[in-house]
């Protein structure tokens, strides 16, 4: 398969998660079965699509993909965390933020 193919099921499946999970902060609880079934199928397509990508360039397991795992998987959980405690909604808004942006840096830095 093309690594094009890849990387634009990577780049929007983070896209509809990103999204999602922000929309979790804000959507009624009625939502959340839906929300959280979007959010899974985005964060394995997510990972389907950068790990193929991966593959594809023969990068091999350089370190910046480990900090890029731990991103992904801190975003995945995030959804989850935004119904369970709306109080703290801040905290996780920030944190996903926080985890988008650390993520897109390893991309474009290669740090090690």
Do not use: D
């Not at 929309?23 to 839906?34: I, N």
């Not at 731990?70 to 975003?75: F, I, P, R, S, T």
């Amino acid at each position: 398969m093309n690594p094009i193919i890849y990387h634009i099921l990577h780049i929007s499946s983070l896209l509809v998660l990103f999204g999602y999970t922000f929309y979790a902060f804000a959507a009624p609880a009625e939502s959340k079965r839906r929300v959280m079934m979007i959010t899974g199928i985005a964060s394995v397509l997510a990972l389907v699509g950068g790990f193929g990508l991966l593959a594809k360039l023969q990068l091999g397991f350089p370190g910046w993909i480990i900090v890029k795992f731990v991103c992904w998987l801190g975003l995945s959980a995030i959804a989850g965390f935004a119904y369970r405690k709306r109080e703290q909604s801040c905290v996780f808004m920030l944190l996903a933020l926080v985890l988008a942006i650390t993520a897109v840096v390893m991309v474009y830095v290669r740090p090690f």
